[in-house]
């Protein structure tokens, strides 16, 4: 059975950093591209970031280009998103998800996690 | 940047009407479209991948339709458990998802 589970969110002074961790069990890892959405209360969902199976490539939304880093282990089976320069429109709640393959063919998200809260306070 | 919009933005039914949802991109985006459903405090769960296909699990009361820029989610009868937020992306260039339809009872 897939499994996603974050960690790593709570209250941060605007400004502030925090890292994200996706722990993945049930599939091969390696092999899926593996990608963060976020959602601000209230509000849709957003695409933030997306690493492929190797972590040799990577893409972001423009909302975060330079301050959010996306990253994973894959001897660990481990995503990580690390979130610098935090803002107050960074609130959210922050999932991962799984792609249906690795990065660079068409691949939507077939598996999330649970996800967690951010929140930025000014 | 392709941008997605759905229509209506929010949807009153009743159980067992047959309800259809549309979603539109601002280019051709072949059939490389999904649709998910959202609950309240919940992820988001894929029911639809490239356009047409059902999610292994998902009730066949499920299906979506469409190919370049206009795509549409069908429920045939609508049951208690399907009101929801549902959300279209694309998934062509990167990835963008609409804004949310919001299915409510009526």
């Known amino acids: 059975e897939v499994q996603l589970l974050e960690s790593g969110g709570g209250l941060v002074q605007s400004g502030g950093s925090l890292r994200l961790s996706c722990a993945a069990s049930?599939?091969?890892?390696?092999?899926?591209?593996m990608t963060w959405v976020r959602q601000a209360p209230g509000r849709g969902l957003e695409w933030v970031s997306a690493i492929s199976g190797s972590g040799g490539s990577t893409n972001y939304a423009d909302s975060v280009k330079g301050r959010f880093t996306i990253s994973r282990d894959n001897s660990k089976n481990t995503l990580y998103l690390q979130i610098n320069s935090l803002r107050a429109e960074d609130t959210a709640v922050f999932y991962c998800?799984?792609?249906?393959?690795?990065?660079?063919?068409?691949?939507?998200?077939?598996?999330w996690g649970q996800g967690t809260l951010v929140t930025v306070s000014s | 940047d392709i941008q997605m919009t759905q229509s209506p933005s929010t949807l009153s039914a009743s159980v067992g009407d047959r309800v259809t949802i549309t979603c539109r991109a601002s280019q051709r985006i072949s059939t490389w479209l999904a649709w998910f459903q959202q609950k309240p405090g919940k992820a988001p769960n894929l029911l639809i991948y490239?356009?047409?296909s059902l999610e292994s699990g998902v009730p066949s009361r499920f299906s979506g339709s469409g190919s370049g820029t206009e795509f549409t989610l069908t429920i045939s009868s609508l049951q208690p458990d399907d009101f929801a937020t549902y959300y279209c992306q694309q998934y062509y260039s990167w990835f963008t998802f609409g804004p949310g339809t919001k299915l409510e009872i009526k």
């Open positions: 049930g599939f091969r890892f390696s092999s899926y591209a």
């Open positions: 998800a799984k792609a249906t393959g690795d990065l660079g063919a068409e691949q939507t998200f077939d598996y």
């Open positions: 490239k356009a047409s």
